[in-house]
């Protein structure tokens, strides 16, 4: 192999790792980047000058980035889709967070918003949308303040843009959900609505509408910067990029950091410094599933690999148990505070995902039966796939992976009683504050 | 209609009275709290008479009929 052949000058530009964190850590470690420093930190994507849209979706395309919200979904295709429909398409920016074991995009908001805009307006461009609509709950104001700002700041400097508006949104969990943001920015609750019509095809104002989450427009203003073959240069060939992980639970850093898509977890969670061992890890956040300590050793960070043990990224909030800690006190628990984030709408979530947190309550605390194992199974197939939307579905999926996960402490706490960790503090944090307003 | 029809369910509009499940057995049945289970396979002749009883006497108006695809 020759020496030209060994070092194309290619491989020397972008930046290798961290690629969204660049900003993090350096003084902007506090305070949003502003647009200048932002130029030279983060460079101005670039819209190619022939067949401007085409060519924008194709770079996305062949770049494989997927959806970094939970779903997972290729975003290529779904630029592919909104572009393609009959009337001009809207742009949200999907920044609602309700996840609390997760905050890499109110991370991205509050120091990269440039990044963030970047991506959106990009992103619309690739579409051909005039409208950008950024979605944040209400209460979290240094994302709403940062993100406002940045866009004060790029009509100051008279930057050629479409408009770019700040609708905030009711701090509940669904209201996060993609037909709730529709709705709520059409004027309505942010609570889901029936489907079909999905917003692609009719959204903001009956309009396709494309809705991305926050880390997957920085990565597209990534892409349309260094192009798609750069951005494969990390991460696997099914799933490339890098992607933010939230670390949190029994480690001694907790925190965001960015990833290579298909790390082993067992490393990720050495760099965390695990404080009391690694009984199982929650993966997904409170949405997600439990990945049980045995696999936490050998699986990798990436769907292809976690799909084995029944698991997959979500939005990339990592949990970790402590040995001392009972899985299904903490389950019970998350289950707990899921019921009560239902939007009310319909009857198998209400009432299902009710009997699901009881039934699991009383098995933590041992006052359940063999009867109550088997109703959790059944309510689980009752409940799966009947809700307007995905909402219900994610709540049985955490209850299952429990089950299987914490099978032997089921038998534990069926024969014996409620375990010895209702000594210590659990270690989920749920929030208290539980929102009443839908808008 | 080679395929015939199925019944969609409006569940954000239903609230369980179950008076489908009664007129059409054949495709529903009810959950734990009383809503609706809908089996999708695509109805024809006699079934079909009974889902459109069912459909129309939903006090919420929660069902419709639709072409099975």
């Known amino acids: 192999m020759s020496v030209h052949e060994r070092a194309p000058i290619a491989q020397t530009t972008g930046p290798v790792l961290p690629r969204l964190l660049t900003a993090i850590g350096t003084k902007y470690a506090n305070q949003a980047m502003p647009l200048e420093t932002h130029r030279l930190t983060y460079p101005q994507p670039i819209m190619p000058r022939r067949h401007p849209i085409e060519s924008s979706i194709k770079a996305i395309e062949d770049s494989g980035l997927r959806g970094r919200g939970g779903a997972g979904f290729p975003t290529g295709r779904k630029l592919r889709t909104v572009s393609s429909g009959h009337t001009r398409p809207v742009v949200i920016v999907n920044g609602s967070e309700g996840e609390p074991a997760s905050r890499k995009d ?70 996060g959900e993609e037909t709730a943001l529709v ?44 192009g798609p073959s750069w951005f494969r240069r990390q991460g696997i060939d099914d799933e490339p990029g890098t992607v933010l992980l939230t670390l949190s639970g029994a480690v001694a850093r907790q925190g965001v950091c960015e990833m290579p898509i298909g790390m082993s977890m067992n490393e990720v969670l050495f760099a965390a410094g695990p404080t009391n061992g690694v009984s199982a890890v929650l993966l997904g956040g409170y949405y997600g599933t439990w990945v049980s300590g045995p696999d936490t050793r050998w699986v990798t960070l990436d769907n292809k690999c976690l799909r084995q043990v029944g698991s997959a990224m979500g939005c990339g909030a990592i949990v970790v148990l402590p040995t001392a800690a009972c899985g299904l006190r903490e389950t019970a628990r998350i289950l707990t505070w899921l019921a009560g984030e239902t939007a009310g709408q319909c009857g198998p979530c209400v009432h299902g995902l009710a009997a699901i947190a009881e039934g699991m309550t009383d098995l933590s605390l041992g006052r359940a039966t063999v009867e109550t194992v088997a109703s959790l199974e059944r309510w689980g197939n009752q409940v799966e796939r009947r809700g307007a939307c995905s909402f219900p579905d994610g709540a049985v999926r955490l209850m299952r992976s429990a089950m299987k996960v914490f099978a032997d402490d089921v038998r534990h706490h069926l024969i014996h009683g409620p375990c010895g960790a209702t000594r210590f503090a659990p270690v989920m944090n749920i929030p208290t504050h539980r929102e009443l307003a839908w808008r | 209609m080679a395929l015939g029809q199925r019944i969609r369910l409006d569940i954000i509009a239903c609230d369980g009275r179950g008076v489908c499940a009664e007129l059409l057995p054949e495709r529903i049945e009810l959950d734990d709290w009383g809503y609706p289970i809908i089996d999708q396979t695509p109805m024809r002749g006699l079934v079909l008479e009974h889902a459109r009883r069912a459909v129309a006497a939903c006090p919420v108006l929660a069902l419709r009929l639709e072409a099975a695809t």
């Open chain 1, 106 to 175: 109110a991370l991205l908001m509050t120091r990269a918003p440039h990044l963030v805009l970047d991506g959106a307006l990009h992103a619309a461009a690739a579409i051909g949308a005039r409208e950008v609509v950024v979605c944040i709950e209400r209460t979290k104001r240094d994302a709403i303040s940062a993100i406002e700002l940045a866009i004060h700041e790029r009509v100051q400097a008279r930057e050629a843009m479409v408009p770019v508006v700040v609708v905030d949104l009711p701090p509940k969990y669904v209201a």
């Open chain 1, 183 to 226: 709705h709520r920015v059409n004027g309505g609750d942010a609570k889901p609505t029936l489907t079909p019509p999905r917003p692609y095809e009719k959204g903001v104002g009956g309009r396709p509408t494309l809705i991305d989450n926050v880390e997957t427009l920085c990565h597209v203003a990534q892409i349309m910067t260094w």
